[in-house]
């Protein structure tokens, strides 16, 4: 069971508020690689998952949970098929300051030496939710605090239990765009297909094949057009185009000169 908290746009926003709630809530993967613009809590009520941030990979297991800052790329999905979670999401101008506060200083998996106090406070949001009370979202607020006040002295950091090497990630890139290249490919597609952000995605790929991202997928166009080129005479130069990925025939023309020296016509001409 989910919810989300529709603050009303009218009121003074709150220093501390609630923006999403979870009880029970049988896990789906997740990759999110901008973050959410909100924190959130977690908590594992059963079975286990992953948890992927900055190519770190951490296993959640039943009396474990984690936190996630806002706008931080992650994944986490289910590695078993009951993995069960109850979770808080808030946001305000406290939080930043309360969490530090409180030893809540980061991104990560932490386990809990009192879970019945985050089953307490998840039941108590829920059942805030059921009345029907004025002044329902300082109720909010007020029980999100005593929530973090509560979890402070129940929690312990846990360091990541392997890396997500950095090749791996760039293996399923490469792969992606194999299979792909017929289709308009984006970064963002890209960056959401390994949980990362755009700009580390490229900054990564780069640096590992020492070209970017779209020049690599444009060699492999390129390569998939002179094949085809010859594979298929009776099909048009714009038909080729197209079948690899080239919406422009005039773009795929000046591209597979830059790449091979001559136009898509002399090549046929020359090696067909």
């Known amino acids: 069971m989910m919810f989300q908290i529709h603050n009303s746009p009218n009121h003074t926003p709150l220093p501390l ?7 029970g809530h049988r896990q789906e993967p997740i ?50 098929p009951d993995w069960t979670v109850h979770f808080f999401g808030f946001a305000g101008s406290i939080c930043h300051e309360l969490l530090s506060s409180l030893e809540m200083h980061e991104t990560g998996v932490y386990h ?13 949001l829920y059942e805030i939710r059921r009345q029907s009370i004025s002044g329902k979202m300082r109720e909010y607020s007020k029980e999100c605090y005593a929530f973090l006040l509560d979890l402070s002295p129940c ?5 990541p239990s ?4 950095a090749n791996d990630l760039i293996t399923e890139l490469i792969l992606y765009m194999e299979h792909h290249y ?30 970017t991202i ?12 002179r094949e085809f080129l010859i594979r298929f005479p009776e099909k048009k130069v714009l038909e080729i185009a197209k079948m690899c990925g080239f919406e422009s025939p005039s773009y795929f023309g000046k591209k597979f000169k830059q790449e091979t020296g001559m136009t898509p016509d002399t090549f046929r001409k020359k090696l067909g």
């Open 112 to 124: 809990f030496s009192r879970p019945e106090v985050f089953v307490r406070h998840i039941q108590k």
């Open 162 to 165: 392997s890396h997500v090497d």
């Open 31 to 80: 990759r999110r690689p901008g973050g959410m613009p909100f924190y959130q809590w977690f908590y594992c009520v059963k079975g286990q998952g992953e948890f992927i941030v900055n190519s770190q990979r951490s296993v959640i297991s039943e009396g474990q949970g984690l936190l996630i800052y806002p706008q931080v790329p992650h994944i986490y999905q289910a590695l078993t």
């Open 155 to 159: 929690i312990t950091r846990i360091n």
């Open 17 to 23: 508020r609630l923006e999403l709630v979870g009880i």
């Open 214 to 225: 779209m020049h690599y997928l444009l060699t492999i166009r390129i390569s998939r057009a």
């Open 182 to 211: 017929d289709q308009d490919i984006s970064l963002d597609e890209l960056a959401e297909l390994v949980g990362l952000s755009r700009e580390y995605m490229c900054s990564l790929f780069k640096k590992t094949m020492k070209q």
